[in-house]
Nanobody, 125 residues
Framework: QVQLVESGGGLVAAGGSLRLSCAAS????????VAWFRQAPGKEREFVAV????????NYVDSVKGRFTINRDNAKNTVSLQMDSLKPQDTAVYYC??????????????????WGQGTQVTVSS
């Protein structure tokens, strides 16, 4: 079993930066792929970024490439999402999720067994 807790959200002006963190409990976290998803009001939850269990593969949705960076520290059971050059359209609740198939870099919500409660990110124009 893996439990996930996100932190680091908040209000920031366009062009600014935020760093989200996902803290995990559970011995198997280090073998999971971990992703960030986001959901804006009235929209479906969408994939943002994923990192495989070893950190060897990272994938991003096109809209955040070059602006967001996902990293993990398995010794500390944490995954971070550094978000730079933020835009108003990045406003959403951001969720951390873990996939027990650690080599997979899935973009599908259905492939993730564990989810955090989410953290709000608001980017003002």
């Amino acid at each position: 079993q893996v439990q996930l807790v996100e932190s680091g959200g908040g209000l920031v002006a366009a062009g600014g930066s935020l760093r989200l963190s996902c803290a995990a409990s559970g011995r198997t976290f280090g073998t999971c792929a971990v992703a960030w998803f986001r959901q804006a009001p009235g929209k479906e939850r969408e994939f943002v970024a994923v990192i495989t269990w070893s950190g060897g593969t990272r994938n991003y949705v096109d809209s955040v490439k070059g602006r967001f960076t996902i990293n993990r520290d398995n010794a500390k059971n944490t995954v971070s999402l550094q978000m730079d050059s933020l835009k108003p359209q990045d406003t959403a609740v951001y969720y951390c999720a873990a996939d027990r198939t650690g080599w997979r870099s899935s973009t599908r919500t259905a492939d993730y067994e564990y989810w955090g409660q989410g953290t709000q990110v608001t980017v003002s124009s």
